[in-house]
């Protein structure tokens, strides 16, 4: 029985080497179990198949006997693709990951550990691949929104955000954002960008730097309508991200009300009575021409501004401007 077992082993390894998709459905109608180890580097068939870039066998592996197939086999079958993909830079591997992950609910597969081992394996510069993994997984589950904005958080990747952003991604993809009218709120659009920060407690055991820097981005891809939220966050979780944070707001287009001002002046943080002298000074002039033209043309600009605005034939000056790269040029 031993010995059938190990023959039969031995044939389903050498199918799936050779590419051989016939003689495989041949072999699996014995009723095996496909969990069985079939190499020496503890590798099963479906992640021997994905190892060797066998999209068809994959694809027929999971579809006729997915529900025979563990757990563990599914997930070690994501980490091969990852890993291959990472090795060789071959995004058919990235297909194979999707067919895999795709294959099982939510319920039934922890997707939050292939997303964790995803930003852990392709952080590899360039970030291309990391970047192509969160387009895809966007595209496909937009319900992971909120799990892959909390690891780009969480691993500090402002290079893939930048990119995902210029790559036409919106913040509505990125982020977890309820749109919808509330009315307790006295804004009609509630744009909670900043919730998952917080719901998280990210902003408090990141380096003030990198989470300034993501911030930053998300002023810059966002239009008007979403910055009052973006303060509101600020202004109800006091944290050291008052300064140019603030200042990015403001050049945004925001304007405090009176009561606001008052309760950023009433704060003990020691940066706030700074930038509430440098608000009120920067409204008591009168705005330039320039600014004013910046605010028109971002307001207009109903979706990820850091897109949009590349795809303006401006000067890279005017759109450097456009985009608030420097808090010093009103």
Not at 10 to 28: D, F, H, M, Y
Not at 85 to 95: F, G, M, P
Not at 154 to 176: A, F, K, M, R, V
Not at 316 to 329: A, C, F, G
Request: charge should be negative; aromatic fraction near 10%.
């Amino acid at each position: 029985m031993e010995d059938d077992k190990a023959a039969w082993t031995t044939q389903v390894r050498q199918a799936i080497q050779s590419g051989n998709l016939e003689g495989l459905k041949e072999l699996t109608k014995t009723g095996q179990n496909l969990d069985t180890m079939i190499d020496d580097d503890g590798n099963t068939a479906l992640s021997l198949a994905t190892y060797l870039g066998h999209e068809e066998m994959v694809g027929f592996l999971l579809q006729t006997h997915g529900s025979s197939l563990s757990r563990e086999d599914i997930l070690s079958s994501c980490l091969t693709a990852l890993y291959t993909l990472a090795s060789t830079r071959n995004t058919q591997y990235l297909h194979i990951l999707v067919t895999v992950m795709t294959s099982r609910s939510r319920t039934q597969l922890p997707y939050v550990v292939v997303l964790q081992a995803a930003f852990k394996i392709l952080r590899t510069p360039p970030k291309d691949l990391l970047v192509l993994f969160c387009e895809t997984a966007l595209r496909l589950m937009p319900d992971l929104c909120r799990d892959i904005s909390l690891n780009m958080v969480l691993y500090e990747e402002t290079e893939c955000y930048w990119q995902l952003l210029s790559h036409g991604i919106s913040l509505n993809d990125i982020w977890p954002v309820n749109c919808e009218e509330n009315p307790y709120s006295k804004y009609d659009t509630a744009h909670n960008l900043f919730d998952i920060y917080f719901t998280h407690g990210c902003l408090f055991t990141l380096h003030t730097s990198s989470r300034n820097k993501i911030t930053k981005m998300t002023i810059q891809a966002a239009n008007g309508e979403a910055s009052p939220a973006v303060l509101y966050v600020i202004q109800n979780f006091p944290t050291d991200l008052y300064d140019d944070v603030f200042k990015f707001l403001t050049l945004a287009g925001f304007k405090m009300s009176p009561a606001a001002v008052q309760r950023m002046a009433n704060m003990t943080i020691n940066t706030a009575g700074h930038l509430i002298r440098w608000y009120k000074d920067f409204y008591c002039r009168p705005q330039s021409l320039k600014h004013l033209c910046r605010l028109t043309v971002r307001q207009n600009l109903r979706t990820n501004v850091v897109h949009a605005v590349q795809q303006i034939l401006l000067p890279e000056d005017l759109k450097r401007y456009l985009l608030i790269t420097d808090l010093s040029s009103y």
